[in-house]
Antibody
Framework: EVQLVQSGVEVKKPGESLKISCKGS????????IAWVRQMPGKGLEWMGI????????RYSPSFQGQVTFSADRSISTAYLQWNSLKASDTAMYYC?????????????WGQGTLVTVSS | QSVLTQPPSVSGAPGQRVTISCTGS?????????VHWYQQLPGTAPKLLIY???KRPSGVPDRFSGSKSATSASLAITGLQAEDEAEYYC???????????FGGGTKLTVL
């Protein structure tokens, strides 16, 4: 069974760093891309970008370029989303999703989401 | 402002048919990129509902159907049920952004 399991709720202060995870199982982790999607409170879905765990090729949305970093550890089938200095505006639910190609594709399996709250 | 445009809300009585539109442009839907639809029940992650414009993943009832033409797409739900009450999002690929674009979401209320 394909599963993407994300790390738990995070409560952080502005300026702190954070790394959240998305662990894949039930499929060849290095053969699919992982997308990261943000959903701010009461708002819609926003594409942040994608990473290919096979070779760590990454593509960032212009809106998130330089604001976050994607990484992956193939040995433990886990993708990461990282911030060096959080802002209050980073408060959101973050989802990872699996996709087969980097272009004309869709997320067929999604993680359960990680809620990140940034508040002083 | 979302790249793909959806109506903020639609509603229908149980058993009725509703449609949700998704309008794009020449850099996404009009560029022949596929449209996909997700259902997000309250407090849960998005779930793939329709992919490749009109295909249903295993387990999705045939009450849900998708279509696409020119620069727009539609999701139709027939035989409306209370459990269909959710937010629905369309998604495509955009060549200008070189990535996914989403609609703003449509809240379906079952009266």
């Amino acid at each position: 069974e394909v599963q993407l399991v994300q790390s738990g709720v995070e409560v952080k202060k502005p300026g702190e760093s954070l790394k959240i995870s998305c662990k894949g199982s039930g499929y060849s982790f290095t053969s699919y891309w992982i997308a990261w999607v943000r959903q701010m409170p009461g708002k819609g879905l926003e594409w942040m970008g994608i990473i290919y765990p096979g070779d760590s090729d990454t593509r960032y949305s212009p809106s998130f370029q330089g604001q976050v970093t994607f990484s992956a550890d193939r040995s433990i089938s886990t993708a990461y989303l990282q911030w060096n200095s959080l802002k209050a505006s980073d408060t959101a639910m973050y989802y990872c999703a699996r996709l087969l190609t980097s272009r004309n594709d869709y997320g067929d399996y999604w993680g359960q989401g990680t809620l990140v709250t940034v508040s002083s | 402002q979302s790249v793909l445009t959806q109506p903020p809300s639609v509603s229908g009585a149980p058993g009725q048919r509703v449609t949700i539109s998704c309008t794009g442009s020449s850099s996404n839907i009009g560029a022949r990129y596929d449209v996909h639809w997700y259902q997000q029940l309250p407090g849960t992650a998005p779930k793939l509902l329709i992919y490749g414009n009109s295909k249903r993943p295993s387990g999705v009832p045939d009450r849900f159907s998708g279509s696409k033409s020119a620069t727009s797409a539609s999701l139709a739900i027939t035989g409306l049920q209370a459990e269909d009450e959710a937010e629905y999002y369309c998604q495509s690929y955009d060549s200008s952004l070189s990535g996914w674009v989403f609609g703003g979401g449509t809240k379906l209320t079952v009266l």
